[in-house]
């Protein structure tokens, strides 16, 4: 679980940011590309959980607080997972290979395997969350994932 959330900040960055509904990736993306006090904050992609419901979700921490643009005011646990640093850390996090289902940037744990499952960081959020609400069946088997590597040779 991660720090506190200042939702009065969250709100503020959120309106300058013009966040959007249902896109947590991009709304977090553009606090550190636009705002410039966010410029060294880390861009962290994790879950969420809102309720009893456990979301992939992306926010943005400076100093151990969480600002949320896409959800300022929601009582939420969070989970972080991927972390990258600033404007450097998205400059070399869109440098890692994209798979091939998809022609979107982000987010980002989609270049760790299918769900993120193949990065240790955001599987440990994944076993978290879902140990959190009570999915004790759904953590374990993440929890017990061994990622693969297939090789050429393997798929001739």
Known sequence: MSS???AVESARVGKLVRAK???CYLNAFRVIQQVREYA???YVEGMAVVGDLAI???WVEKDG?????TL??????YFPGLRFRGERGLAEAIDIPKPEYTEEELPFFYRFGWGGIDSPEFRAALVAAYRFVGCEDLAARYESYTPTTITNAEVA
Request: net charge negative.
């Open 4 to 6: 506190k959330k200042d």
């Open 21 to 23: 509904p249902k896109q």
């Open 65 to 69: 607080v969480i600002v949320d643009p």
């Open 72 to 77: 300022p005011s929601h009582e939420i646990v």
């Open 40 to 42: 060294r904050a880390d």
């Open 56 to 58: 992939e979700h992306g």
